[in-house]
């Protein structure tokens, strides 16, 4: 099982790069970044644009994998995304790892006048959009004439490092898992021990339905995480939990290990941190510590 770090969007750079700076020496595989513009609810936030942040983390990084958890299809055309795929892999020398999904926070379209449409039509566009990336990364010419996108003998030079190009998909419902499996050497899902293998099993049929074979696919899981030290921050955490709209655990380093190893059980190759519920500043570097060392024997 592998370990990876996520610092979410509305912090300063500084400090996106100190844990990245220290992600990338030693144990954790993979720093991940979000896709978004503006925050889903509450007051204004300072959010860096994903795919500059990565380029900037490519070039102030040496050894750990870079991913974009994930990237809307509704935010860029798939021929620029897959231009600069091509460029991040290559200033990285192979790192990255292109992470999709077919968007969902309506707020930031309103605001931007960027078409969401139903969730149908997501997985529609979702669908030809990875159409044209499999096109533009993997061969020379691309022609294609979709609903949402049209191309005539469309060139995407050079090619990444790596081939194929690794994608990750973010996905939990029938149709998107079944995309999944064609398309993504990855996949990705929000969850909480005990409660992944069920979609996990999903992906499985779907997999069967495209002729592939499962295990081909590595599969990552997040929840936010809480580190307690005292009773009373065990209180907070576990009303925290019933209110936060996303899956959460918490404990101390050694309970969430435990609970690290449910998700490696259920076949979890992946467990993503996110830092949301850590504390800022040095304090934070330091929980990323104190989990490592905990979570090192299921490495």
């Known amino acids: 099982m592998r370990f990876s770090v996520w610092p979410l969007a509305p912090q300063p750079w500084a400090d996106t790069l100190a844990l990245a700076t220290k992600a990338d020496a030693g144990f954790w595989r993979c720093v991940y970044v979000q896709d978004h513009f503006t925050p889903e609810s509450g007051g204004p936030?300072?959010?860096?644009?994903?795919?500059?942040?990565?380029?900037?983390?490519?070039?102030?990084?040496?050894?750990?994998?870079l991913a974009p958890l994930v990237l809307s299809m509704t935010h860029r055309h798939p021929a620029v995304l897959a231009n600069w795929a091509v460029t991040v892999d290559r200033t990285s020398n192979g790192r990255l790892t292109l992470g999709l999904g077919a968007g969902w926070q309506l707020n930031e379209h309103e605001q931007y006048g960027l078409a969401l449409g139903r969730p149908g039509e997501r997985v529609d566009r979702f669908a030809e959009g990875l159409t044209v990336l499999d096109g533009l990364l993997n061969k020379p010419t691309t022609t294609f004439a979709g609903h949402y996108y049209q191309l005539s003998a469309a060139e995407c030079e050079p090619k990444p490092v790596q081939s194929p190009l690794p994608l990750l998909i973010g996905a939990a419902q029938p149709r998107m898992l079944r995309?999944?499996?064609?398309?993504?050497?990855q996949w990705n899902q929000w969850s909480l021990p005990g409660g992944f293998s069920a979609t996990s099993q999903m992906l499985d049929a779907a997999c069967e339905q495209e002729g592939r074979d499962p295990s081909a696919i590595w599969r990552s899981t997040q929840?936010?995480?809480m580190v307690t030290d005292s009773p009373a921050s065990e209180v907070r955490a576990e009303a925290m939990a019933k209110q936060l709209p996303f899956p959460m655990i918490y404990g101390t380093p050694d309970r969430i290990a435990d609970q690290?190893?449910?998700w490696r059980d259920e076949g979890v190759d992946e467990m993503i941190?996110?830092?949301?519920?850590?504390?800022?500043?040095?304090?934070?570097l330091d929980t990323?510590?104190?989990?490592?060392?905990?979570l090192a024997p299921l490495a």
């Open 223 to 225: 929840a936010l995480t």
């Open 45 to 65: 936030q300072e959010i860096l644009e994903s795919t500059a942040l990565l380029a900037a983390l490519a070039a102030t990084t040496t050894r750990i994998r």
């Open 273 to 284: 941190i996110p830092d949301y519920l850590l504390p800022p500043g040095s304090a934070r």
């Open 260 to 262: 690290a190893a449910r």
């Open 288 to 294: 990323y510590d104190a989990l490592a060392e905990a």
């Open 179 to 185: 995309l999944t499996a064609r398309y993504a050497s």
